[in-house]
């Protein structure tokens, strides 16, 4: 499969989508740009990344000139899918919580959803549950230290396991928590942390992401005529590369010798 793929997060989390799509397509070129001057996201207010999307969107574009745009985030696919599409003219592929296969999957009706608390107020998220849920409990926790969390374990860096057991626990502590068997993943990092939520999590539950599904969507809309780069993937970083050591070891772990920044 030929062509190039810029996949898109704030942080490290787009690079669980990456690998997705790399172990679906090895022959594709994937480029992966971090807004890591701006980054968390999950804790910005809507109309700083209503502003910024569109134009991070625009420039990165611009420069690597991808075949397809992969927003690999929920917080931000959750409020700027429609903004950034209108500003590109390359399909745009958006992240949003596995909710729908979540309230297939559940056997009590009650599933737990892990997310941004930009993800967990979103109009959006309401939406998908208002579409693909009516019937099951959908209960959801919004975290920043999980995403914190998971780039700190992305790069090696020791985290207690403690501090999953806290960060997770409200999910469960919640009114009705006790009956969660399934538990969305919906933020991007978070499957990197699936071992420590795991060994962490009160009871057993089923983890579920979307990073296949979106690999798979990322691969129907990309143009049959795309062409080959003959170049591997390089990494794309919203302020200097000396700011961001942590990203640019994770980058390397993922296989992206090659880091450029850009000024947004
Ligand atoms: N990885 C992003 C997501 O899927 C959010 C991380 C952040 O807060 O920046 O929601």
Same mark, same amino acid.
């Given at each position: 499969m030929n062509g190039k793929v810029l996949v898109f997060d704030s942080g490290m989390g787009g690079l669980t989508v990456a690998r997705e799509l790399r172990a679906l397509a090895p022959s594709l070129t994937v480029d992966y740009a971090a807004d890591s001057g701006f980054f968390p996201y999950g804790d910005k207010s809507d109309e700083a990344l209503r502003d910024r999307l569109p134009r991070v969107? %625009?420039? *990165?574009?611009?420069?690597?000139?991808? $075949? +397809?745009? #992969? /927003?690999?985030?929920?917080?931000?696919?959750?409020?700027?899918l429609d903004v950034v599409r209108k500003g590109l003219k390359i399909p745009v592929v958006g992240t949003v919580p596995a909710i729908?296969?979540?309230?297939?999957?559940?056997?009590?009706?009650?599933?737990?959803?892990?997310?941004?608390?930009?993800?967990?107020?979103?109009?959006?998220? %309401?939406? *998908?549950?208002?579409?693909?849920?009516? $019937? +099951?409990? #959908? /209960?959801?926790?919004?975290s920043v230290d999980l995403?914190?969390?998971?780039?700190?374990?992305?790069?090696?860096d020791p985290v207690a396991l403690e501090?999953?057991?806290?960060?997770?626990?409200?999910?469960?502590?919640?009114?009705?928590?006790?009956?969660?068997?399934?538990?969305?993943?919906?933020?991007?990092?978070?499957?990197?942390?699936?071992?420590?939520?795991?060994?962490?999590?009160?009871?057993?539950?089923?983890?579920?992401?979307?990073?296949?599904?979106i690999a798979r969507q990322t691969l129907r809309v990309l143009p049959e005529n795309a062409a080959p780069?003959?170049?591997?993937?390089?990494?794309?970083?919203?302020?200097?590369?000396g700011q961001n050591q942590r990203l640019v070891e994770v980058g390397r772990r993922f296989g992206f010798a090659h880091v450029n920044a850009l000024q947004i």
């Open positions: 969107a %625009a420039a *990165l574009c611009a420069q690597v000139q991808p $075949d +397809v745009f #992969v /927003i690999a985030c929920n917080t931000a696919s959750t409020l700027a729908k296969p979540a309230a297939k999957l559940t056997r009590t009706g009650t599933i737990g959803l892990l997310a941004t608390p930009g993800t967990v107020r979103r109009a959006y998220t %309401a939406q *998908l549950i208002e579409d693909f849920a009516q $019937d +099951v409990r #959908v /209960i959801m926790h919004g995403v914190r969390m998971a780039e700190q374990i992305a790069a090696g501090a999953f057991r806290a960060a997770q626990a409200p999910l469960f502590e919640a009114e009705g928590g006790e009956a969660i068997d399934t538990v969305v993943l919906a933020c991007t990092h978070f499957p990197l942390i699936r071992g420590e939520l795991a060994a962490t999590v009160p009871r057993p539950v089923t983890f579920i992401d979307s990073g296949e599904a780069t003959g170049s591997s993937g390089r990494l794309w970083l919203t302020n200097a590369p």
